[in-house]
């Protein structure tokens, strides 16, 4: 069964990632650090976006790219309840928690290959393993 | 990156620096292409923890997969999920998706015994 499209599948440290992307940007990609955004407006032409340290700055389109307390995405969807005429108050606009809780542990592969040699973990890439209550998934 | 000159692009960031944390990103075939549009492949091959085509796992390949494969002349497939039902004794697996070059596939997989 065909599932998804070309190119399989990667996988990065995410501070590596980051540090390669952060090496390649071009001079006229500038960053900007400790700005939290409070808010933005939407004006005719352009954006103007609010931070916390003070500084006011303009953009012709903003990308949020916030995380999941992100505040453009909350402002957007309330802006657009408030616009269509929505109760925002019933929308699901902030993030609720699902009532599942994760939990995440590191064991170092060679503590467990004294311990349990034949454990499945050590040849097979990525196991999810499911039972009634709980769901887990192990990797190396 | 930086194919567009006439574009201004700003990055604010809430951090005070770009922290040495975080967990693991797997990146499926969608956003991998975005970067190679960008021109970003070779860069981040570099800093990869591994290629769908390094994958170890064939062995772990069901028979029925690898009949599926040589009659359709698909390319063996790298294991890259396996599904187990756990809440029991003995435990199994279900399900494998598998994973080379240039396609994702999701196997039924059948009890061996």
């Known amino acids: ?140 | 990156m930086g194919a567009r000159d006439d574009i201004d692009v700003n990055i604010y960031e809430q951090a005070a620096h770009f922290a040495e944390i975080g967990a693991g990103i797997s990146m499926l075939p969608r956003a991998w292409d975005i970067l190679k549009k960008l021109g970003l492949d070779a860069v981040l091959e570099e800093v990869a923890t591994n290629s769908p085509s390094d994958r170890p796992g064939t062995f772990a390949i069901h028979r029925l997969v690898l009949c599926l494969c040589s009659q359709a002349n698909i390319p063996i497939l790298d294991l890259i999920f396996q599904f187990r039902k756990s809440d029991q004794s003995e435990g199994f697996a279900f399900t494998e998706v598998d994973t080379k070059g240039k396609a994702l596939y999701l196997s039924l997989y059948l009890r061996a015994n």
């Open chain 1, 1 to 140: 069964m065909y599932i998804a499209g070309r190119g399989g599948i990667r996988d990065f440290h995410h501070a590596e990632f980051q540090k390669a992307l952060l090496k390649h940007l071009p001079p006229t990609c500038t960053t900007h650090l400790s700005h939290r955004l409070t808010s933005y407006v939407e004006g005719d032409s352009s954006v103007k976006l609010n931070f916390e340290n003070g500084v006011v700055a303009d953009c012709h389109v903003l990308i949020g790219a916030d995380g999941i307390k992100s505040v453009v995405r909350s402002q957007l969807m309330k802006d657009r309840a408030d616009k269509a005429g929505v109760d925002r108050s019933t929308e699901t606009i902030d993030v609720i928690w699902s009532g599942t809780s994760a939990y995440r542990g590191l064991i170092q592969s060679h503590v467990l290959v004294t311990r349990m040699p034949n454990h499945r973990t050590l040849t097979i890439p990525t196991m999810v393993r499911f039972s009634s209550s709980r769901n887990s998934i192990f990797f190396v």
